[in-house]
């Protein structure tokens, strides 16, 4: 994808039109609180055998203590933790695993919107998606679970991960971006600071999942929000 010069006042071509199918607010479950953060409390708030998971659930969360990094796709849990130096991936928490908080959302069925234009980073991912969905008539205030299956020319991440915290790169890989978009009370639903979206990862090939830093995508992808 080629990146175009950048124009003042420039308006970016409007999304194409889809009926309205798709549901704005979605119901978010949310163990753990902004405050634990504030408060330095990294215990466990939620363990993760005990958390329902649906076919169609999406989430995210650190691991209790920082220890490792949660993503939920598909009703699946991806835990990443780097060991000996290098990622691992977990999809079966440990009976006493759990994390300092968790946000999931059931999307009930997915819709597919297909031909989702490439972006250039996170804060034009998050404008796109919002541009998609008040296509779809969600106006106002809305809540719902999202994923992306995209090709990304660049991908930065995180991991939390003792005994430090685990970034990297990704370059020309097929990956599902998927999280929870929000335009208020994004606060108590943990939406990154300056966002409208909280937005994790997990490589086609399933190798590495984590909590996306910033991200550029190809023309082509097909973003699936909850369906009506």
Not at 17 to 29: N, R, S
Request: with cysteine; charged share 20%.
């Amino acid at each position: 994808m080629i990146r175009p010069a950048l124009i003042a006042g420039a308006v970016l071509a409007a999304p194409a039109a889809y009926a309205q199918d798709m549901t704005c607010m979605v119901d978010v479950a949310v163990s753990g609180s902004q405050q634990n953060l504030m408060d330095r409390d990294f215990t466990a708030h939620v363990l993760l055998k005990d958390v329902a998971l649906a076919p169609t659930t999406v989430g995210f969360g650190p691991g209790a203590n920082l220890a490792f990094e949660a993503t939920i796709l598909d009703g699946r849990f991806a835990l990443a933790q780097k060991v000996d130096g290098k990622m691992a991936l977990s999809a079966t928490p440990a009976k006493d695993q759990g994390t300092v908080f968790l946000v999931r959302a059931n999307a009930g069925a997915w819709q597919p919107l297909p031909d989702f234009p490439g972006v250039f980073d996170l804060a034009e991912l998050s404008d796109t998606i919002g541009e998609y969905v008040r296509d779809q008539g969600c106006e106002g205030d809305v809540t719902f679970p999202f994923k992306l299956t995209a090709h990304v020319a660049e991908l930065s991440w995180s991991v939390e991960s003792k005994p430090e915290k685990a970034t990297g790169t990704l370059e020309d890989t097929d990956v599902t971006i998927a999280g929870i978009y929000s335009n208020h009370d994004k606060k108590a639903i943990f939406m990154v600071p300056g966002f409208n979206l909280h937005a994790h990862f997990v490589t086609a090939d399933g190798a590495l999942a984590g909590h996306i830093i910033d991200v550029s995508t190809e023309d082509g992808a097909t973003l699936y929000v909850p369906a009506n």
